[in-house]
């Protein structure tokens, strides 16, 4: 559903009239005023969501609500701490704001957000307490893989792994968890400032650019390439998430990238390699965050905290990639496998 100009006319006063009243308490107090008012001042005064359609609000209530929680050690769910790296209260925040102008969030809206969550507590509780019961996390930093145990245990004895393209990902095969579209990344300008004005067009480098009733919407496509996903950490989460009973630990990580970045460019020379913890960017607010595609990944994905190694062609478009085995050595020296 668009976002016409009268309807964020309506909105916009209520925004200014909210930003008002934040200013008179923050002149009332010194120039302070509660963490939490401040970031309601900082949205009524750039309330970049005004002109959104209601389905992408709600991608991103559903989005920000996964993220703005965890899963304990003990298997309960809990809210992050303040000031975590995502900031996804502040996030969250915004949100209610948005949602205030918008007569409140649907019950819809709230209930797809919740489900998810509630997936850990089925069957007994999260999966990870079982697969990591009376494992003793190592102190140095290291990785995680997960996934089922008649394919973790050969990689494990034997050093064979699978790296697989980008676009096997974006398979409807995969749950939520795994799917993505690696290839593309998309990014949203606010144009409700633009709307207000009767402006339904920007020109652009000599483009010109219709967002109509809608913000501006920016694509950005990468070619194919190789990807291998691990995690920076134990999280109990994700074994619930990618629907795996063992995890690889590997203790460390700096060999096991070695090994697998050389066992690649042994059998293509021609490929640059990439290795470190993934960026999450806010399709909304980050325009400049992402600085290398295959490194960077949509905010709704943060909670995984991701570490990739990435293999990109240098010189030439690659052609349709296929699921590639690769032989590192077995990894009993500095890895450990724990399953149920």
Known sequence: ????????????????????????????????????????????????LIGAPDDRVAQRFQHVFMNAMELTERGQIAPLPIGEPGEFMVKYTHLLEEYEGRSGIPDQVIEAARNPMLAYLENGGP???????????????????????????????????????ASYYNDTAHNAAVRDDELHRTFFVPTYKERLKGIRH??????????GDDDIV????????????????????MPTDFGSDAAIIIRNPGLFAQRLISAFLARWSDWEPEYGPV??????????????????????????REVRIVLRVRNSRPSSLQPEFLDIGPMTDYADLVST
Not at 142 to 164: A, D, H, N, Q, W
């Open 1 to 48: 559903m668009s976002v016409f100009a009268d309807s964020i006319r309506q909105r916009i006063g209520w925004c200014e009239e909210q930003a008002r009243k934040y200013a008179v308490e923050a002149d009332a107090n010194g120039g302070m005023i509660a963490r939490s008012d401040g970031w309601r001042h900082h949205y009524v005064s750039d309330p970049y």
């Open 127 to 165: 999966i990870a307490k079982r697969i990591f019961k009376g494992y003793e996390t190592p102190k140095a930093p290291y990785t995680v893989k997960y996934g089922r145990r008649e394919f973790l245990e050969p990689t494990y004895r034997s050093g064979r792994i699978r790296i697989c393209p």
């Open 202 to 211: 920007i020109d652009f480098q000599g483009h010109r650019i219709d967002f």
């Open 218 to 237: 920016i694509p950005i496509l990468a070619p194919d390439y190789f990807l291998f996903s691990l995690c920076d950490k134990i999280y109990y989460r």
């Open 279 to 304: 960026t999450y960017y806010d399709p909304y607010r980050d325009y400049t965050k992402m600085r290398v595609h295959e490194m960077s990944k949509h905010f709704g994905y943060a909670y995984q």
